[in-house]
Every structure is written in C-alpha cells, then in structure tokens.
C-alpha cells in the first residue's frame, strides 16, 4: 500500500488551475457555498501523519501536488514550534510564517518545480498573483486548524492543551519524501 | 531398547533463541539465547585473577539493568537471569584456576550473557544466520543443553533436532557425528524448521486437512523468511527473504519514543512496549483518526527502575500501530527495502510449480515471535487476496473467460511463538517417528552420510 492520495478531483471546468495547482475550494471561503465544509486543508491535516513517513509519492491527482504542498508546509510550521510554545505564541508565529514564506510554485526559486512538473513560460503576471493570493488563503486556513489541532489535549479531544501535543510534535523532524519547502 | 519408551528430546538452535524439550508437550522446557561464553585469557598469574574477580563482581551487580533486555526476550517458564546473587554465585565458582580444565569452563544461555560481563568470558553465538558457524562451541552448547538443562541420557532418547532450509548435507553430517560419537545418542531426526512450522499450524481449528504443502512466513528476531513448502519438500529456489523483523521493530519504536522525548527510550522499554501494546490496523490514516478523535486510545507504560524506586511514565500512542505497518509498508521506515510482505508472498508463491500454488495460497502459515502481532494474519489474508484477485480480474478480462478463483487463506494459531519447536514436539510423539529415526547402529554401519536423507513423515493416515 503506497502514501495516501487526496481524494479530491479536479474538474478543469469549474476549478481553476494555474502552474499545474489547481485552486480548490476553501470551506472557509464565504463565496463557496458547499453542503459539507470537508476542503482540502481538512484532508492534509487527515493524511499528514501517514504521509510524513513516506519517502516516495506519486502525483495522480492534480489535487496531490496541493496536499504535497500542503504536508510540506505542516513540517514547515512544525518546527517552529517548540515542546513549551504557547498557544497565542503559536498562533502568532504561524500567522506571520504563512504571509511570510511566498515563493509561489513555477517561480525559479520554488523547490518542488521540477517533482510539479510545472511549466510556468505562458503563465500570466495575473494569474501568478492570483496563485499567490490563493496559497496564501490556503495557508492561513491550514495554519489556524493545525494550531487547532496541536494544542488539543490528546487524551481529552474535547479539551485544550496549553502546550503543543507531543503526538503532534513527533512529526517536527520527519521530512515527508526528504524534501521541504 | 529402554530409549522406545521414553519421549525424544526436541531441540530447535535458531539464531537468537533456542528451544528445549520432550516431545509430547506443549511449550519447551527452556527458551534461552544461543549464546556460549567461554574463556578468554590463557591462563594468568593467580592475584590478577583474584583482582579479576572482585572487580568482575561488583560490574555484574552495576549493569544488571542496561543488560536486561539482551535476557528479556527469553520467554521461558525457569529464568535465568533472575538475581544478581545468581549471577555472582556462577562467576565465584568459574574453574579457570584449575590447569587443565579451560575447555570445562563455559556456560550458555543466559548464564553465558551474565558471564559475559566479567573480562574473562567472551560471548559468541554459534549460530548464524540459521546455520551453525563454529562448530566446537556448538558442541558444548548442545552438552550443556543435555546435562544441564535437560539433565537426560542421551543414550536412552531420540533426539530431533532443526535445521534451516537450503542447509548444506555436510553441516548435517557434521551434527551427526556429534550426536552419535560424542553423546551416543540413541537416534537422530533432523528436520526442515518450515515443515515444523507446517506441522504445528494443525493445532489450529482452521486446518482440515493435514497436508505438508504450505507457504510459510518465519519472522524471528534478525530476518523474515518466505518458505514454500510443497508435500513435506521445500522448494528451494523459490524462498525469498525480508530484511525486516523483530530488532527493526523495536529500533523503530525507539525512534518514535526519542522524536517524541520521552523520560525513557531505552531498548528495553522500545520492546516491552512491541509485545504489549502493538498491533496491526486495516489502514492506519483511519487509525490516526480514531486516535486522534478517542483519547482511550493511547496507552501507558510504566518504567520502574531496579530497586523499584523511581516510576517513569511513557505514553505510548501511534507506535501501537506504526511498528508493525512495517511489514506492509517497509518504506515507512527503510530506505533500501520497499517491497511489502503481502506482494512479496505473492512473488513467492508465483515463482514456484504452478500444480502446487493453488495449495500455497491456501495455506500461509506464519511462524515466529514477530507474527504474534493482533489480527497480523487478517491483513496479511486481506492484502494478498487484493493482489491476487486484482490478477484474475485482469487475465479474466484478457482471456475472457471465467477463472474459478484462488482461495487466499492465512493460518494463525495460538502455538506461533514456538511454532518450530511445538511441530517438532507433535512429529516427535507420533509411534512411527522412531522408525524414522537414524539409529546409532545404523551410524556404525554405514557412515555419518546415512543422516543426508531422512524418509518424511507419513501424514496421510
């Protein structure tokens, strides 16, 4: 059984993609009217864990390279925090990481270019700033329901915790394929 | 004749642990490493010795605790690694001082391990990778295991003992000699560890019909075999190996409890915490969920040092369910070996006669401290039925006929610990298994290379 693969399809005629990254709808996302908030950031979240421990992974889906992403920036925001990081802390650090770190896939210095497979010759100025603003929606909202995630008591799921779960921290070292933003 | 009465001695030398007993019973008597510690300095001036020994002493009672979990995998009924009083009792009475008697001066098992801690023994383990690698230590390991531990006569029993698949006839020419010349046995059966292994599976409820044709799965501590077996003969070109078993497991768990920091990620904990908690889960993104949504999920485990004063707590979370995932999913923690055990059965099973494959797929039996894991053979079942029906579907859709099917079934019971061992001891009580043996009489006539065939066990009765 290889790494997990994102369950979302991407179909060309209602969801835009740009650099090979498809712009999927966020739950959070006032103008998505959606029966269920199920969205990608909810299934990183899902499969981050199982995925981190792969070294291998195959982009089948479109939507793969945006949860390749997605796990990637997790390991990222992992390892800012520390065992004895606060909640507000914590929240700060990430809010300030995810409108920091904006290099945009297709952009010479974006790592994962090649593993993309992304060809960014004919794209807009338009279209990479709409990428740009998109990533970053998509990183806030990731960064706030991780934080929501970590600092929740692991033997208590209803209650808060006031330092990260080491249930979650375990991952901080793990590199999801040995790569990171 | 007095040896047609009395039960045969069943020994099974694996790598790590070795197995003592009588066949007829349930479990063996003794459970021990195959380890021999003998004597390393020539002999020495008396004081050093003495200085030697009090020295030797004091460091026995000191790394007790970071030694413990090389004797902690021994799941024998009689310990042996109990007391510290034990220990410094076997080392005050060594016989190095007596000129002449050095090649007397050994002991095995766990003794050996404890011995092994003074400056005069050194450790070794006959026995590598299933085969014996030096053959005079495994002669005095086998004496001690029959007066010592089994404190019996050779002479008045049979005795069977195991060898590894593909093991070379001189390595059993060689045992007989040692049997028959040295300890005068009365007769000797050497048999196929996996067939063994087969044999043992017909305690379980599931097996109807008593054949020798199988698929074994044998995972000890070093390495993971794939054995398949075909009317009591093992086809030899077909076996495959797994570099995974038990130790990565352990070392596995290790790094989750460091990545973790907590209080105690010893080796010792790593293994407590495989053979208690551990098991295996139908699909482990679902199982993060459970634990992540129920926190009854992570358990705990507690850590008491020697003297029983100090008490750390360990939670032990995803481990529970990860470290087993590496037999299905070898990537998760290796980087060199990416092929899962379910398709690697399947390779298996695919290289050998075609007329025998249908009865290896319905008998994988698993064998071995390291298929103990829960429900390890319910998955195992599930994911190379996957495989196989995924074929049939395809050479159904090319050939557009219908396939009759291949039934997959995977074989555990409550014996796969000692799996080896416990057919040994069911072969061995049969009334026809002294017909089978090699008689000593037989040795005196023709050779020590009557031992290169044994007739198999008649098992269609």
């Not at chain 1, 990731?142 to 249930?167: G, H, I, M, W």
């Not at chain 2, 063996?28 to 020539?42: D, L, N």
């Not at chain 2, 482990?284 to 008490?311: H, M, P, W």
Request: proline share 4%; hydrophobic share 35%.
């Amino acid at each position: 059984m290889p790494a997990y693969h994102s369950t979302f399809i991407v179909d060309e005629r209602y969801t835009k993609v740009i650099n090979n990254i498809p712009l999927l709808a966020l739950a959070s996302d006032n103008s998505v009217i959606s029966g269920d908030s199920y969205d990608i950031t909810d299934e990183v979240l899902d499969l981050f864990k199982a995925n981190t421990f792969f070294k291998n992974f195959e982009i089948i889906n479109s939507s793969d390279r945006l949860l390749t992403y997605g796990i990637l920036y997790i390991n990222s925001c992992l390892s800012l925090l520390s065992f004895t990081t606060s909640k507000n802390d914590a929240i700060k650090k990430l809010y300030n990481f995810a409108i920091d770190s904006n290099v945009v896939p297709g952009e010479p210095n974006f790592k994962l270019n090649n593993m993309f497979m992304i060809n960014s010759s004919t794209t807009s100025r338009g279209d990479f700033e709409e990428l740009k603003q998109y990533l970053q929606a998509f990183r806030i909202v990731l960064a706030n329901k991780l934080v929501q995630r970590v600092y929740t008591d692991f033997k208590d799921a209803t209650k808060e915790a006031e330092v990260p779960s080491k249930f979650w921290m375990q991952f901080s070292k793990k590199k999801f394929m040995n790569k990171s933003l | 004749m007095s040896y047609l009465n009395n039960p045969a001695v069943v020994m099974d030398n694996g790598t790590g642990l070795t197995k003592l007993g009588f066949a007829g019973n349930d479990s063996p008597s003794y459970v021990f490493p195959t380890a021999i510690a003998t004597t390393t300095g020539k002999s020495t001036g008396s004081s050093t010795r003495t200085v030697d020994q009090s020295f030797s002493n004091l460091s026995v009672s000191d790394s007790n605790t970071s030694k413990a979990y090389l004797t902690s995998n021994s799941t024998s009924a009689t310990n042996f690694n109990s007391s510290a009083t034990h220990s410094s009792a076997i080392l005050s009475n060594h016989l190095s001082g007596k000129r002449g008697t050095e090649d007397l001066d050994f002991y095995i098992g766990n003794e050996a391990l404890l011995a092994s801690q003074s400056q005069q023994y050194s450790l070794s383990y006959p026995i590598r990778h299933g085969q014996v690698e030096n053959w005079d230590h495994m002669e005095r390991f086998w004496e001690n295991s029959i007066f010592k531990y089994l404190r019996t006569e050779p002479e008045d029993h049979c005795f069977l003992l195991t060898e590894p698949p593909l093991n070379p006839p001189e390595n059993r020419e060689q045992v007989a000699e040692i049997f028959f010349e040295s300890f005068n046995c009365a007769g000797l059966y050497i048999a196929v560890q996996a067939v063994l292994a087969l044999a043992a599976s017909w305690s379980s409820p599931k097996v109807t019909d008593r054949s020798l044709t199988g698929t074994v799965i044998d995972s000890g501590d070093g390495v993971t075999h794939v054995i398949p077996v075909a009317e009591g003969y093992v086809i030899g070109s077909a076996i495959k190996n797994v570099p995974i078993a038990g130790r990565d497991i352990t070392n596995f768990i290790q790094q989750i409890l460091r990545d973790r920091g907590e209080l105690d990620a010893s080796l010792k904990t790593a293994e407590a915490i495989k053979q208690e908690f551990c098991y295996v889960a139908p699909d482990i993104v679902k199982e993060f969920n459970k634990y992540d949504r129920d926190g009854s999920k992570f358990a705990q485990y507690i850590v008491e040092n020697q003297d029983k004063t100090s008490r750390k707590l360990i939670d032990v979370g995803y481990e529970r369910f990860l470290a087993p995932e590496i037999f299905f999913n070898p990537e998760i923690c290796s980087s060199d070996f990416l092929t899962p055990l379910p398709t690697l059965v399947d390779e298996t099973i695919r290289s050998c006669p075609i007329d025998v494959r249908k009865g290896l797929y319905n008998n994988i039996v698993l064998s071995g401290g390291s298929t103990m894991f829960k429900d390890f053979g319910r998955r195992l079942q599930r994911d190379v039925k996957t495989i196989v029906n995924k074929r049939i579907e395809h050479s159904e859709q090319l050939s557009g006929t219908k396939s009759t099917g291949i039934d997959v079934q995977v074989v555990s019971h409550r014996r796969q610990r000692n799996a080896v061992w416990f057919g040994g001891s069911l072969l061995a009580q049969t009334g026809e298994f002294k017909s089978y043996c090699h008689t000593k009489a037989d040795y005196d006539e023709y050779g020590p290379e009557i031992v290169r065939t044994f007739s198999l066990f008649n098992v269609a009765q």
